[in-house]
C-alpha cells in the first residue's frame, strides 16, 4: 500500500511521515534534500538550475515510485510526483525561472511516466498559511532555505490549492495544520490517526 504526504514547503511533511511510520511501522520514504546535488545552487540561482532541479526530483520519485509498486509493504512517503509537475515545475515556468522549451521537454517526460505508475492509496495533503511555513523554515535552520522567496512560496501555496481542489487520482485526506502541533501535542496526533484510519478503512 502506498499511502503519500503533499504540502508546501515547511508544512510538516517529513515530520509526519516520520511519526507515522513510527507509530504503525510503515516504511518511510523520503524526499531527497540533504544529498540532492541542486538544490543549494538551485536557491542561490533559480534560473540557472531550475530545470536541473525539477529533473533530479522527477526521476528519483518515479524511481521511488516504481519500487513502491513493486513491492509489498505499506510505504509512507514524504511528497509525491505529482506535485513536481503540478506545482513546482509550472510554477518556476510562471515566474520566468524555466525556459517554455524546458517546461514542455519537462511535462512530456512526466506525462509519460505517469502512464506508466498508479496513484497512491491515500494522499493526505498539508495545508498550511505561508507565515506558518515560513516560521517553520527558520525554526529548521536549513541554510540553503534563507533565500527562499515570499513570491515563491506563495506561488506554490495557490498552485497547491488549485490542485488538490481538482485531485480526483484516489483517496484524498487534507489536514489543516495550521491548527494541529502533531508532534507536540498527542491528542492532535491522535486526531490525525483517527482521520488516517477512516480514510483507510476497507483499503487493508
Known sequence: MHIAIAGNIGSGKTTLTRLLSEHYGWKAQYEPVDYNPYLADFYQDME????????????????????INKGQEIVIQDRTIYEDAN????NLHDMGLMSTRDFENYVDLFNLMLSLIKAPDLLIYLRSTIPSVVGNIQKRGREYENS??????????????????????????????????????QDDFNIVCDKIEAKLHGLF
Open 148 to 185: 527562499i522567496r515570499i513570491d515563491y512560496l506563495k506561488g506554490l501555496h495557490d498552485r497547491y490549492e488549485k490542485w488538490i481542489n481538482n485531485y480526483h487520482d484516489g483517496n484524498l485526506l487534507i489536514l489543516d495544520v495550521d491548527k494541529l502541533d502533531f508532534e507536540g501535542n
Open 87 to 90: 506545482i513546482f515545475a509550472p
Open 48 to 67: 540557472r538550475w531550475s530545470f536541473n532541479l525539477q529533473i533530479y526530483f522527477l526521476n528519483k520519485r518515479f524511481r521511488d515510485v516504481v519500487e
